[in-house]
């Protein structure tokens, strides 16, 4: 397998930076999941969240910092999380991949599912 090859969920979770940055929102946990669940109507656990983003952090897919203490949350601080360039490129080939695969076949997936 590539070292950039993803999975669905770790897609959606690189694509919810991309989203959040592009309204130039923070991305932390509560916001991603918020997004990740309008978008997908998938629910995902903030425990595979934090390790899916962990794991990609490892890869250097994506980079996180702590902000500001907050009193909302009793002083702690949220993890933010950013997509790295690397994680960009990976992203981007990895969709292109299925995309590619997928190129022609959705009328016969529309078929088969009839």
């Known amino acids: 397998m590539a070292r950039d090859a993803l999975g669905e969920l770790e897609q959606i979770m690189l694509f919810a930076l991309v989203a959040l940055d592009q309204a130039s929102e923070p991305a932390y946990g509560a916001s991603i999941l918020r997004l990740i669940e309008e978008e997908t109507r998938r629910s995902v656990s903030p425990g595979a969240l934090h390790t899916g983003y962990e794991r990609l952090q490892r890869r250097g897919f994506v980079s996180s910092r702590l902000g500001e203490p ?40 529309d078929e088969l599912a009839e």
Do not use: H, I
């Open 70 to 109: 907050s009193p909302v949350r009793g002083g702690r601080r949220k993890r933010l999380y950013e997509l790295t360039p690397s994680g960009a490129k990976a992203l981007r080939a990895s969709y292109q991949r299925v995309s590619a695969m997928a190129e022609g076949r959705l009328q016969l997936l």
